[in-house]
């Protein structure tokens, strides 16, 4: 039997249609139902462009005032206290001003100046190093300024902190549960074998809540929206002599620094 | 067949060994995992909407796609802070493992491990995620 070009061009019309149709209602059948969802950010959240801190060491007097804010942060993040500097894990800690602000230093400048304390953490740069060689795409810079981790995605090769030319980064050399004083069981833990670091508390930003560091330091943290001329950070970064850490380096820290309190500011 | 009765008996006692999970199974019946969804939490969003099957989404879809949706809220909170799902019943809920799942499922013994175990998966949801604390009775 012998068909003609215009029977063959027919049936390989119909049964396209009868395939892609098929294919369809195949489809159609399959789905559960979940198609119908969406997603959306908390309508509590607090909307902002730039994360950003002003932090004001003169606010700061005494020992304990730094201790609270570490302690606020590290007890809501289960951040654990491993006791060694070696497998140290940290959030938010201290440097002295010399390791602070390396480019900063002199020669005849008081003992005191440059053993005076500073609260560091990360610095949620605008040109991350640490997302530049990220190889998973585990650390991410979100549209609000917070550089991100997923520990999800982290495979613990630690490029981030070689690549960090502040030391915010932490690898995780043993399991930190057992090292955790207290649980806190609205937020996960790490595992061993990825890094972690402070992540902007985004957790209680998206619930309209600042970051428990600027809650727990009385007046001492400014945190607010780096891209709103009108936002207090913004004023204050426009009137008073603020320090960023390492700024040559090109990374753009958004964590400002006003050194000297209100009298040589 | 050289050696014919020694190689009939290896094969029987060789069949015999293979065969020994099959036979020694045969007619038992295997129980088949129960995840119980009968704790406190549950109990009273039934109440309040008056229907059994509270889950945020129909039980079918979580039985089969859980983990699929677990993954999409991971990225979705995570990567692109959206935290609100809206379910298709309209509910919404906050995308949290720990917080939400698990505040309603405070039972991970008797209700992920029951599958989970049977099926032999080891998800690494809890290498980092705090299991609720369960009082063990």
Redesign the interface.
């Known amino acids: 039997m012998s068909i003609n070009r215009r029977q063959f061009l027919k049936i390989a019309g119909i049964s396209t249609v009868l395939g892609l149709g098929s294919t369809a209602a195949i489809n159609s059948a399959k789905r559960?139902?979940?198609e119908?969802?969406?997603?959306?950010?908390?309508?509590a959240?607090i909307p902002f462009k730039r994360w950003g801190m002003v932090i004001d060491m003169s606010k700061f007097k005494t020992e304990d005032d730094r201790k609270k804010v570490y302690e606020a942060c590290h007890s809501i993040h289960?951040v654990p206290d491993l006791g060694n500097p070696k497998d140290e894990v940290k959030w938010i800690w201290e440097e002295k001003f010399g390791a602070t602000f390396p480019d900063n230093e002199n020669e005849f400048a008081s003992h005191e100046a440059m053993e005076k304390p500073f609260i560091v953490l990360c610095n949620h740069c605008a040109a991350p190093a640490c997302v530049r060689v990220c190889p998973t795409k585990a650390t991410?810079k979100?549209?609000?300024g917070i550089v991100?981790m997923?520990?999800?995605r982290c495979i613990g090769c630690r490029f981030c902190m070689a690549a960090c030319p502040f030391g915010a980064r932490s690898f995780n050399w043993k399991d930190p549960r057992p090292f955790i004083k207290k649980?806190n069981?609205?937020?996960?833990?790490?595992?061993k074998g990825v890094v972690e670091k402070c992540t902007g508390c985004?957790e209680r930003l998206?619930i309209g809540q600042k970051p428990a560091c600027v809650e727990a330091s009385n007046g001492g943290i400014i945190f607010g929206d780096l891209e709103d001329p009108n936002s207090e950070i913004r004023k204050t970064i426009g009137s008073r002599y603020t320090l960023r850490r390492k700024p040559a380096l090109g990374t753009e820290p958004s964590v400002y620094y006003l050194i000297g309190g209100n009298e040589n500011a | 067949m050289y050696n014919g009765g020694k190689i009939i008996i290896g094969l029987a006692i060789f069949m015999a060994f293979v065969t020994f999970p099959f036979y020694n199974n045969f007619g038992k019946a295997n129980a088949k995992p129960e995840p119980k969804t009968d704790t406190p939490a549950i109990k009273e969003v039934q109440a309040q909407l008056g229907k059994k099957e509270v889950c945020i989404?129909?039980k079918?879809?979580m039985k089969?796609?859980h983990m699929q949706?677990l993954n999409d809220w991971?990225d979705?909170v995570?990567?692109?802070?959206?935290?609100?799902?809206?379910?298709?019943d309209g509910r919404k809920h906050?995308?949290s493992l720990?917080?939400t799942c698990m505040k309603c499922h405070s039972n991970k013994k008797e209700f992920c491990d029951k599958c989970h175990n049977y099926m032999a998966v080891v998800p690494?949801c809890w290498?980092?995620?705090?299991a609720?604390?369960e009082n063990k009775s």
């Open positions: 559960s139902g979940l119908a969802s969406t997603v959306s950010p908390d309508p959240a289960n991410f979100r549209k609000d991100m997923d520990m999800h649980e069981l609205e937020f996960p833990t790490r595992t985004y998206a | 989404e129909p079918a879809a089969g796609e949706m991971r979705s995570v990567r692109d802070g959206n935290r609100i799902y809206v379910a298709s906050n995308m720990q917080n690494y290498d980092c995620h705090i609720p604390k």
